[in-house]
């Protein structure tokens, strides 16, 4: 099967005006940073060029979604589901520079071997699920929830297949496209704005698809899987990381309330489903599924959440140290000093500091949720669409 040819699309015409709103608030929030050639802007610059004005409005659209909307009982919830695309939306207008200066272009967690530096096992993650979705050269795979394109510029160094994107944000698409250039993938991928409830793409187009950490997004899992089963050809693949609750999680205990909230508002999820919702989204939408696991249980001796916890004993190279102490819980720190002394003395726009304090809320339910094996992000599947 042959690639598709230069200029070629997947996407149907997406002329909403939805989009033409959602790109102008864009570029309107991030200022020159749009025009940014190779993404060689420091963080700093990046935070410095937001619209002074627009930011803190941004910033409160989010919030206040959340104000009364943070409980773990989702009929409570309703709004927030119902409104989930944009607020993921309007997350990742607000996150993107934050998640950039801390994980780099793959934001996921994954295990860690042995003596083995940070953005290596990061790879060998993304590795392990092109494999197992049997991902080979030439195919026509699609990454839903792309980010800025981290992990589909590796499977498509790794396997040669063309991989298409989708993502509803307009400025990861952008930093997406330009990274594709940087690294000479510009005829192995495309991008495309979109939201993954209703893909705009065609009925049977993709050899297999692929979801990492991207899911947990949407307001419906049964929804964004029914909409894979649509785009994959009969016999396609769907393989997938999910973020769900393991049966530890205690849905009366207050402290796993607190913990699962703080997931919801510094994470974006509008849905916290277990390994059982998952499946039963997955057999609901027709897919056959032909493996699964939560590969947060195993004996390795780091975890999971180590870029989080900030226990640098787990480092195990010295670039680590560098690595992680960005997304550390003393890294984090660090950030939001540097940020609220900046938007002080009016360096940064008013509501930078409020950013990263809702991201560091995020990241430490997390780390918090990991420790007591209430929650993981690493429950793996691979499930397909019937050839019948």
Same mark, same amino acid.
């Given at each position: ?8 699309s997947t996407?149907? =015409? ?16 991030? %200022?020159?940073?749009?025009? $940014?050639?190779q ?24 919030? /206040? ?11 409570? !919830?309703? !709004? ?16 993107t ?51 800025? %394109? ?24 952008s ?8 690294? %000479? ?6 991008? /495309?704005?979109?939201?993954f ?8 187009? &993709?050899?297999?698809?692929? =979801? ?10 049964? %929804? ?12 396609? /693949? ?11 999680? $205690?849905?009366?205990?207050? $402290? ?34 032909? $493996?699964y ?6 004996? !390795? ?7 989080l ?15 992680? &102490?960005?997304s550390?819980?003393y ?9 609220? =002394? ?12 409020? /950013? ?5 809320v ?18 793996? &599947? ?5 050839? =019948?």
């Amino acid at each position: 099967m042959s690639p598709p040819t230069k200029g070629s699309s997947t996407a149907t =015409a997406t002329a909403q005006p939805v989009h033409a709103q959602d790109l102008e608030r864009s570029k309107l929030l991030h %200022g020159k940073t749009w025009e $940014e050639k190779q993404h060689q802007d420091s963080f700093l610059s990046k935070l410095k060029s937001k619209n002074r004005e627009f930011l803190p409005e941004v910033v409160n659209q989010y919030m /206040v979604n959340w104000q009364n909307n943070t409980s773990p009982d989702q009929e409570s !919830d309703k !709004d927030v589901v119902r409104k989930g695309t944009d607020i993921t939306n309007l997350y990742f207008e607000l996150s993107t520079d934050f998640y950039e200066y801390a994980w780099g272009t793959s934001w996921h967690f994954c295990r860690f071997h042995h003596g083995e530096p940070v953005p290596q096992a990061m790879a060998r993650y993304e590795h392990y699920l092109a494999a197992r979705a049997g991902i080979t050269a030439n195919q026509r795979v699609l990454d839903i929830g792309c980010g800025v %394109g981290g992990p589909a510029r590796e499977i498509a160094h790794f396997t040669g297949a063309h991989i298409t994107g989708i993502n509803i944000n307009d400025y990861q698409i952008s930093r997406a496209r330009r990274y594709a250039v940087v690294h %000479g993938l510009q005829n192995k991928q495309e991008f /495309v704005k979109g939201d993954f409830m209703k893909m705009p793409l065609e009925n049977n187009t &993709f050899d297999a698809c692929y =979801a990492i950490e991207a899911t947990p997004h949407a307001s419906s899992l049964k %929804g964004v899987y029914a909409e894979a089963y649509r785009v994959l050809k009969p016999g396609g /693949v769907f393989a997938c990381y999910e973020w769900v609750l393991t049966d530890k999680y $205690e849905p009366a205990n207050p $402290e796993h309330q607190r913990i699962a909230k703080g997931i919801k508002l510094g994470c974006s999820l509008v849905n916290l489903v277990t390994v059982q919702e998952t499946l039963d989204a997955l057999t609901s939408a027709g897919f056959e599924i032909e $493996e699964y696991e939560d590969r947060a249980v195993n004996d !390795d001796p780091i975890p999971w959440y180590y870029p989080l916890s900030g226990e640098l004993r787990y480092a195990r190279t010295p670039y680590d140290y560098f690595t992680i &102490f960005r997304s550390s819980t003393y890294g984090r720190i660090m950030t939001n000093t540097f940020c609220a =002394a900046l938007e002080k003395v009016g360096i940064l726009a008013a509501g930078s500091t409020q /950013v990263a304090k809702f991201l560091d809320v995020g990241a430490t339910s997390l780390a918090e949720s990991g420790k007591l094996g209430i929650y993981t992000p690493m429950f793996f &599947f691979v499930a397909r669409k019937p050839l =019948a």
